[in-house]
């Protein structure tokens, strides 16, 4: 990276991503949180500046910005916050963990987090702002969408499609071909067997929907 690191967010997702940067020799200049309380903190010894309005004293030519918010459902406001800083000219940086596998062809969106034992092969494409988790297996000719989040454990068979803000929860199967629309929220541990519409919550061995 050539450019020193702001952090978006100070929760969980910031630590396992400041590990990252501190694997990856990253410069990290430091936090902004939207939460006042933790200004003049630190985490990981990495200091909290202040709320996002402090990084108007940095210029988009001086940093680039790492996206640490977080989802435990849909990635609404992950994606608001990358739309929000791009709006005003930002550039957020591509974290891949050093222990990670991704094949040479592999397609990377800006912004995209590629955690630790991770392995994507051959033929993905990775969206923008998009986060394939602590040791998720993306098998070959997987395209997943923009501002989605794999969670941890997740198994993708090859040729999956994933569309656009979808959140695959910790650890998913999806066999072989399936697609999964935009908007879909796929519950932790399921078995998905079968194509997911748009806007669509499943759940359960095998997957079926939730109302």
Do not use: W
Not at 138 to 149: L, P, Y
Not at 166 to 178: A, E, N, Q
């Amino acid at each position: 990276m050539s450019l020193p690191v702001i952090i978006l967010g100070a929760g969980g997702h910031a630590k396992v991503l400041i590990d990252v940067l501190h694997a990856s020799r990253a410069v990290i200049a430091g936090i902004v949180d939207s939460e006042p309380a933790l200004a003049g903190s630190s985490l990981l010894s990495v200091p909290v500046l202040g709320n996002d309005d402090i990084l108007t004293d940095f210029s988009p030519s001086e940093v680039q910005l790492v996206n640490a918010l977080g989802s435990v459902g849909l990635p609404t406001k992950r994606r608001q916050l990358f739309e929000r800083f791009k709006g005003m000219g930002y550039f957020f940086a591509t974290v891949v963990h050093p222990s990670a596998v991704v094949a040479l062809d592999v397609e990377l969106g800006e912004g995209t987090q590629i955690m630790a034992g991770a392995v994507v092969q051959p033929g993905c494409r990775i969206g923008i702002n998009s986060i394939i988790n602590t040791r998720v297996s993306v098998d070959h000719d997987c395209i997943i969408g923009d501002h989605v989040h794999i969670a941890p454990g997740v198994t993708l068979s090859g040729g999956v499609k994933v569309g656009a803000g979808s959140h695959i929860g910790t650890g998913v199967t999806v066999i072989h071909g399936i697609s999964i629309g935009i908007g879909c929220l796929l519950s932790a541990g399921s078995v998905v067997i079968r194509d997911v519409i748009e806007g669509t919550k499943v759940r359960g061995v095998p997957a079926r929907e939730v109302i």
